[in-house]
C-alpha cells in the first residue's frame, strides 16, 4: 500500500509539473500521448486505493471567495504541551515508556474532519476553544488528500506550514514597499486564513498530521504508532517522528538535531508522545496541559557580541530599515554579523546604541535576531536626515508601529530602486540594465527620469568609456531599448512603482478601463474600489499616488516616448464566465500559451483539466482517445475544433 501511495504522490508531481511547463511556460517536458498514459494510471490508482490528493489533476478544486471566516467551536479544548530545553527532563518523562519523538512544526495547527471519505471541515486552532472555519483554503493545500479509503468519521489534527524556499520566494517577490514577512509561520497563518482561496493555493501550503483525535469503528491496537501507520496508508503526509525510550533518545536526540539544519521546513523543537494510548489517557491532564506528551524547544545557540552601528537601508519608496550591524559571531556554524530591527519602534523598545551588549540568535536556527540588550545605552539617535541623499527623514506612524522614511522624491536610492522595477522583465523589459549599470549611468548624470532611458543615444562616448560596457554592450542595450518603446498600459502601469501594483493588478486597472490611460490616471477612489479584486487599501495608495505632481510629470515625460499596444480585444468581457481547456496542436495560434492569452484577454479562464464547469474544449482532433477527449463525452462538454472555436467566439490570434 505504501509503495502505491508513493506511486501516486510521484505521478500528481509529474504531471503537474509537466501542466505547469505547458500552460504557463510554453513548453512541453512530455508527449501528449505520455501525459495521457500517466493521467490514465494515476486515476486508476486513486480509484484503487481511495485517495486523491488535493493538487491531483484528476480534480478541479474550484477556487472561491468568502465574506469572512466563520468560527465554531472545538468539541473539546485544544491544550499546549508543557516544555523543557534540557534533554535530562525530557529523559525522566520519557522514562521506561515507549514514546514517539516527532518534530514540532512551526505553522499553523489545523483540525480536519473526514466523512464518507472525504473532507468535510477544517478549523484553526484559534484560542484552543474556538477556532476559524477554512475548509475552502484546505482544500488547496499542497499533498492532502480530499478523498481517502476509511469511509466512517475521522478528526485528525495537522500542522499548516510553509517551506523556507517557499518563503524566501513570496517574499522576494513582494515589491519593496510592501512589508515582508517576518518568517514562514506568519506567512503560513495569513495564507491559511485568506478569505479567497486562490490566494492559499499560490503560496504552496502544505499540512502535516501529527495527532489522531477519532477514528470511528477503528482499532489500532493501543498504539499512537500504528495511528501514524495507517494515517500514511490513508494518504496523508505524518509527521516524521522516532520510537524511543529514555535509554535510547539521545540517537534520537542527535538526529533531529543535526537534521534541522537540514531541513526546508520550520521547526522549533520535538514533541515526545507516549505511545500507550490508554496509558496516556489515563494520566489525564492538568489544568494547562496533557500529561501524556511534552515538549522540547532546541536550546537556541546564543552569544554576546557589540553593537557597531545602526545601519537604514533604503527602499524604492523611501522605507529606511534598520539593521544592526555588530561584531562577527559563530552561530550554529555560521558567521553573523548582521541583524534586521525591522523598525523605529523595535530600535527604541531595546534601547540600542554604539557598543553595547547585546545577546543574538538565530531563530529557528536560521534568521539572525537580537534577543536582549544588556546595556541599553540607546545612544543612537534616530536620523532626521537620510543616510543616502540627506534629505529630511520623518517618521509614520501606523497600527502604533513607527517606521521611518526619506521624504527627499530626488532621493538616489530611490531611483535605483525605482529603475530597476521599471527596466524588470515584468516591466518594460530592457535587458543590459542591471542595477550596478543603472547606478554608473546615474553617477555620471545620465539619467534622472524614465524618459531619459530613451535619450542615451545622445551620450554614447560616455556609455562607452564606462567600466564593464563598451560599444557591444552600448549597442545592445540600444536595441533592447527599441524594443520596449512597443508595449502595453499593464507593464506600464507596474512598472511605475506605484504600491501595491503588481503585474495582475495592473492588468485588471488597463483592462476595467479600456485601455484608457486619462481614464486611469484619474481614476477617483470609489472608481478602483468598483474593481473586482481591489480593496480599499490599493484603492487609497493608488489615488495617492497619482494625486502627486511630480509623479504625473514623470508620467507626462515617459508617454511620448512609448507605443501602447491594445492588450485587450475592443470588446472587453465576451468570455467573462467561461472556462476553456486545450489540448494537441494548434494551427492558427502559435501555441497553446498564445490561444490562452486571447481567451484571458476576452475575459475568460483556461483550465489544466476538463471538469462541469468547463465551457468547451479545444482540440483539433476530435476523435483522439485520450482522457480530455473521453472525460469532455463523459460530461457532456462540446469539443471544438480551433476553426470552430474561432468562429462561435469571435477569437482571433
Request: proline share 3%; glycine share 8%.
Amino acid at each position: 500500500m505504501s509503495d502505491l501511495r508513493e506511486k501516486i504522490r510521484e505521478l500528481t508531481d509529474r504531471l503537474n509539473m509537466a501542466s505547469k511547463a505547458y500552460y504557463a511556460q510554453d513548453r512541453e517536458v512530455m508527449s501528449n500521448l505520455e501525459y495521457d498514459r500517466l493521467y490514465d494510471e494515476l486515476q486508476k490508482l486513486e480509484k484503487e486505493t481511495g485517495i486523491v490528493m488535493a493538487d491531483s489533476p484528476t480534480v478541479n478544486v474550484g477556487y472561491e471567495a468568502v465574506d469572512d471566516l466563520p468560527k465554531e467551536r472545538h468539541e473539546a479544548p485544544m491544550l499546549s504541551l508543557d516544555k523543557t530545553k534540557d534533554r535530562e527532563t525530557l529523559r525522566s518523562f520519557i522514562g521506561g515508556h515507549k514514546t514517539l519523538l516527532s518534530w514540532k512544526m512551526d505553522g499553523l495547527t489545523i483540525v480536519l474532519t473526514y466523512q464518507g471519505g472525504k473532507l468535510q471541515k477544517a478549523v484553526t486552532r484559534g484560542n484552543g476553544t474556538i477556532g476559524e472555519v477554512v475548509t475552502n483554503n484546505a482544500k488547496v493545500f499542497k499533498g492532502l488528500p480530499l478523498k481517502i479509503p476509511f469511509m466512517g468519521e475521522l478528526v485528525i489534527r495537522g500542522e499548516a506550514y510553509i517551506t523556507y524556499s517557499d518563503f524566501e520566494k513570496i517574499n522576494g517577490e513582494l515589491d519593496e514597499d510592501t512589508a515582508k514577512y517576518k518568517n514562514p509561520r506568519n506567512l503560513c497563518s495569513g495564507s491559511v486564513r485568506q478569505l479567497n482561496n486562490e490566494v492559499t493555493a499560490k503560496r504552496n501550503v502544505r499540512l502535516n498530521v501529527f495527532s489522531l483525535v477519532s477514528a470511528e469503528g477503528a482499532d489500532f491496537g493501543n498504539s499512537h504508532e500504528k495511528q501514524f501507520i495507517w494515517l500514511k496508508e490513508q494518504g496523508f503526509s505524518v509527521v516524521e517522528y522516532r520510537a524511543v525510550t529514555a535509554d535510547t533518545m539521545d540517537e534520537a536526540m542527535d538526529y533531529f538535531a543535526g537534521q534541522v539544519l537540514k531541513n526546508d521546513f520550520p521547526s522549533d523543537g520535538l514533541v515526545a508522545l507516549y505511545d500507550d494510548i490508554a496509558y496516556g489517557e489515563a494520566l489525564g491532564n492538568t489544568a494547562k496541559f496533557p500529561r501524556n506528551a511534552f515538549a522540547f524547544k532546541w536550546a537556541d545557540e546564543m552569544k554576546t557580541t557589540s553593537i557597531r552601528e545602526i545601519e537604514w537601508s533604503p527602499s524604492r519608496t523611501g522605507l529606511l530599515n534598520p539593521v544592526a550591524v555588530f561584531d562577527p559571531i559563530e552561530l550554529e556554524g555560521s558567521t553573523v554579523s548582521r541583524a534586521s530591527v525591522h523598525n523605529v519602534s523595535i530600535v527604541k523598545e531595546l534601547a540600542l546604541g554604539t557598543g553595547d551588549e547585546v545577546r543574538v540568535y538565530k531563530a529557528n536556527m536560521i534568521i539572525p535576531q537580537i534577543a536582549e540588550n544588556l546595556t541599553r545605552s540607546g545612544n543612537i539617535p534616530i536620523p532626521d536626515r537620510c543616510p543616502v541623499c540627506g534629505g529630511a527623514a520623518r517618521i509614520h506612524t501606523h497600527d502604533d508601529t513607527e517606521t521611518l522614511y526619506c521624504t527627499n522624491p530626488e532621493c538616489p536610492a530611490k531611483h535605483i530602486k525605482a529603475f530597476t522595477l521599471f527596466v524588470s522583465r515584468d516591466a518594460l523589459n530592457i535587458d543590459g540594465l542591471s542595477e550596478s549599470t543603472l547606478e554608473k549611468m546615474m553617477a555620471h548624470g545620465l539619467v534622472h527620469d524614465f524618459a531619459d532611458l530613451y535619450h542615451i543615444d545622445q551620450h554614447r562616448d560616455i556609455i562607452t568609456s564606462i567600466d564593464g560596457l563598451g560599444e557591444k554592450s552600448y549597442e545592445n542595450l540600444q536595441k533592447s531599448i527599441r524594443n520596449s518603446r512597443r508595449t502595453t498600459i499593464s507593464r506600464l502601469l507596474y512598472g511605475l512603482g506605484i504600491p501595491n501594483i503588481g503585474v495582475a493588478t495592473a492588468r485588471m486597472i488597463s483592462r476595467a478601463f479600456g485601455e484608457d490611460m486619462q481614464k486611469i490616471s484619474n481614476a477617483s477612489l470609489e472608481d478602483m474600489q468598483r474593481i473586482e479584486g481591489i480593496g480599499e487599501v490599493t484603492a487609497g495608495l493608488y489615488t495617492e499616488w497619482w494625486a502627486k505632481q511630480e509623479n504625473r510629470r514623470m508620467v507626462d515625460m515617459l508617454l511620448p516616448e512609448l507605443d501602447l499596444q491594445k492588450e485587450f480585444a475592443d470588446v472587453l468581457d465576451t468570455l467573462k464566465g467561461k472556462t476553456f481547456v486545450i489540448t494537441g496542436s494548434l494551427v492558427h495560434f502559435e501555441n497553446r500559451n498564445a490561444l490562452k492569452e486571447a481567451i484571458e484577454k476576452l475575459g475568460g479562464k483556461v483550465a489544466g483539466s476538463v471538469s462541469k464547469k468547463t465551457e468547451a474544449l479545444i482540440n483539433n482532433d476530435a476523435a483522439s482517445a485520450s482522457s480530455k477527449n473521453r472525460k469532455a463525452g463523459e460530461l457532456g462538454i462540446p469539443i471544438l475544433s480551433e476553426e470552430a472555436f474561432m468562429e462561435m467566439y469571435g477569437v482571433r490570434p
